[in-house]
């Protein structure tokens, strides 16, 4: 084999990557005698992916909601490793911060119209059957969606809105976290005394979600935004972007959820209790809480008619 000169500059690049590690080069060149080439099955892990559906039931249609919730999750992860490269660049280009917004964005409107698979998927008499088996269980377990929630905004933001004139950026985390919105759904306010569905949350994820609250207090999207140039905070392209994503987050992916729920769980008459015995409609419906993570972008009577 002719050794010509792009051949001889990719080897002096490879020897210059592992004399950088105090690797010796030839003995890496001798292991590429020997490694299998990569297939497509083995580089995405197919086996292992298409082989955590497990049903709790033998009903058909669960797996459409147990492989819908999975392909969620996935998209969760790929929104915060968008946020992750965004919000930990020290001072993000107007135009990275763009690139990386617009992507985020995508995905959350890949989520908000997925919701027809979700609504018109599967049947409610099977779906009503096999969400008994569920309980406590509840989607309001979605780690991940929480910590795009931290990522995306100020905690102020996020907090129950019956207490945010108690609570500022001196707040202690553990306070601040015990007044999070998402708390209506898993405390009785009157007894304080937190559900079995908020208690098991809690036990899993709240030294994860309290390491994560302080780590982007100062770095998410909405500071990272204010970092930009003034100039380029008025930009109409990216306002337009940055209000898009607050929109679809908290008013377009919650009543897509809401809409299929409402679906199912009131099919049937009776007492309508979500999977994980919430309030359901107070805390999904974005009219009640505001969740709004950049609320200097929208005007008084925006803010006050949201998700109306």
């Given at each position: 084999m002719?050794?010509?000169?792009?051949?001889?500059?990719?080897?002096?690049?490879?020897?210059?990557?592992?004399?950088?590690?105090?690797?010796?080069?030839?003995?890496?060149?001798?292991?590429?005698?020997?490694?299998?080439?990569?297939?497509?099955?083995?580089?995405?892990?197919?086996?292992?992916?298409?082989?955590?559906?497990?049903?709790?039931?033998?009903?058909?249609?669960?797996?459409?909601?147990?492989?819908?919730?999975?392909?969620?999750?996935?998209?969760?992860?790929m929104?915060?490793?968008?946020?992750?490269?965004?919000?930990?660049?020290?001072?993000?280009?107007?135009?990275?911060?763009?690139?990386?917004?617009?992507?985020?964005?995508?995905y959350?409107?890949?989520?908000?119209?997925?919701?027809?698979?979700?609504?018109?998927?599967?049947?409610?008499?099977?779906?009503?059957?096999?969400?008994?088996?569920?309980?406590?269980?509840?989607?309001?377990?979605s780690?991940?969606?929480?910590?795009?929630?931290f990522?995306?905004?100020?905690?102020?933001?996020l907090?129950?809105?019956?207490?945010?004139?108690?609570?500022?950026?001196?707040?202690?985390?553990?306070?601040?976290?015990?007044?999070?919105y998402?708390?209506?759904?898993?405390?009785?306010?009157?007894?304080?005394?937190?559900?079995?569905?908020?208690?098991?949350?809690?036990?899993?994820y709240?030294?994860?979600?309290?390491?994560?609250?302080?780590?982007?207090?100062?770095?998410?999207?909405?500071?990272?935004?204010?970092?930009?140039?003034?100039?380029?905070?008025?930009?109409?392209?990216?306002?337009?972007?940055m209000?898009?994503?607050?929109?679809?987050?908290?008013?377009?992916?919650?009543?897509?959820?809401?809409?299929?729920?409402?679906?199912?769980?009131?099919?049937?008459?009776?007492?309508?209790?979500?999977?994980?015995g919430?309030?359901?409609?107070?805390?999904?419906?974005?009219k009640?809480?505001?969740?709004?993570?950049?609320p200097?972008?929208?005007?008084?009577?925006?803010?006050?008619?949201?998700?109306?």
């Amino acid at each position: 084999m002719e050794i010509t000169p792009q051949i001889q500059e990719q080897l002096n690049q490879l020897n210059d990557k592992f004399e950088g590690i105090n690797q010796n080069t030839s003995t890496h060149l001798e292991g590429l005698l020997w490694a299998k080439p990569i297939t497509y099955w083995d580089y995405i892990q197919t086996d292992a992916l298409l082989n955590i559906q497990t049903q709790r039931t033998t009903l058909p249609d669960e797996m459409v909601f147990i492989m819908y919730h999975q392909v969620n999750e996935l998209l969760f992860k790929m929104i915060l490793w968008e946020m992750g490269q965004l919000c930990h660049t020290e001072k993000p280009s107007t135009v990275f911060f763009t690139e990386k917004l617009g992507r985020i964005s995508r995905y959350f409107d890949m989520l908000t119209t997925s919701f027809d698979i979700m609504k018109d998927g599967m049947e409610p008499e099977q779906y009503l059957k096999f969400r008994n088996t569920l309980t406590p269980a509840s989607g309001f377990q979605s780690a991940q969606y929480r910590l795009i929630e931290f990522s995306s905004t100020d905690l102020i933001n996020l907090i129950d809105l019956r207490f945010r004139a108690t609570i500022d950026r001196n707040t202690p985390y553990e306070h601040a976290f015990e007044h999070l919105y998402w708390q209506a759904a898993g405390k009785d306010y009157h007894t304080g005394k937190k559900s079995y569905l908020l208690l098991e949350f809690e036990k899993r994820y709240k030294k994860q979600f309290l390491e994560y609250m302080e780590e982007y207090n100062t770095i998410n999207l909405l500071r990272k935004f204010k970092q930009l140039p003034e100039a380029d905070q008025k930009n109409p392209e990216l306002v337009a972007a940055m209000r898009h994503y607050d929109r679809t987050v908290n008013i377009t992916w919650v009543m897509g959820h809401f809409n299929a729920a409402k679906k199912y769980i009131e099919s049937v008459p009776g007492n309508h209790e979500a999977t994980g015995g919430s309030d359901w409609k107070k805390y999904m419906l974005p009219k009640y809480q505001k969740r709004i993570f950049f609320p200097e972008l929208w005007s008084e009577e925006e803010l006050e008619h949201w998700g109306e």
